[in-house]
């Protein structure tokens, strides 16, 4: 069964530091996303991304967020500059249909730990 | 706005109990989606169903049985014969037409402890 990957599956970075989240959608799906999950938080919405572009954007994803879709399997979350908030899960997901109204297919989560 | 209550923050059960975990939304999206997700203890999110709301068949899949009532917004969930596989976080969730179903809100989530 097709599923979301994401790699690393733990990432530590020092404070200030650039960091590069990487997610691989299922193959035939148009929509992707990323939430967080501050550690023993609900789940939050970040960013949705279509046809090369943002479509929706959270207030949480500020300028230091950003996405990209540098070819056509990976999809992106760079924080840039990092800070001991942004220590939390980091889940990609992908639908294939009209955002929401289909199943997103979640990943396994990256952890990302802000020293 | 579009919220999601679940007022339950964790719930402990003996194994084949049945348990039922509430869950509250508001949205004033006339068309919008429900889901239920769980989240075991390694981390990652398995979703478990899809509900639009035009569609108040309460549904069952197995064990599972999920309870939708708009007039009350609700859509709870129920284990029958809980198992302990069954111990993990449990999240409601929404996505509505006034963001284009970009986005899931999710509630706080409700942790399930299944002991034997």
């Known amino acids: 069964e097709p599923e979301v990957t994401q790699t690393p599956s733990h990432q530590v970075t020092q404070m200030g530091q650039e960091v590069i989240l990487r997610c691989v959608p299922i193959s035939n799906h148009l929509y992707f996303y990323w939430y967080r999950q501050i550690l023993g938080q609900k789940v939050e919405f970040l960013v949705s991304f279509y046809n090369n572009e943002i479509s929706e954007k959270s207030e949480i994803f500020d300028d230091q967020f950003s996405v990209e879709r540098p070819d056509g399997s990976n999809f992106t979350l760079k924080i840039r500059s990092t800070k001991l908030e942004d220590s939390a899960m980091y889940f990609c997901a992908s639908s294939d249909a009209l955002a929401g109204a289909d199943e997103q297919f979640f990943g396994p989560g990256t952890r990302l730990t802000v020293l | 706005a579009q919220k999601v209550t679940q007022a339950q923050t964790e719930i402990s059960v003996v194994e084949k109990e049945d348990v039922t975990l509430d869950c509250v939304y508001e949205t004033r999206d006339t068309t919008y989606y429900l889901f239920w997700y769980k989240q075991p203890p390694s981390g990652e999110l398995v979703f478990l169903i899809r509900?639009?709301?035009?569609?108040?068949q309460n549904e069952i899949s197995g064990r599972y049985s999920w309870n939708f009532q708009k007039s009350t917004s609700s859509f709870n969930f129920t284990i029958t014969a809980s198992q302990v596989v069954d111990s993990a976080v449990y999240f409601c969730?929404?996505?509505?037409?006034?963001?284009?179903?970009?986005?899931?809100?999710f509630g706080t989530g409700t942790r399930l402890l299944v002991s034997p």
């Open positions: 969730a929404l996505s509505g037409m006034n963001t284009g179903f970009q986005k899931l809100v």
């Open positions: 509900r639009n709301s035009f569609d108040e």
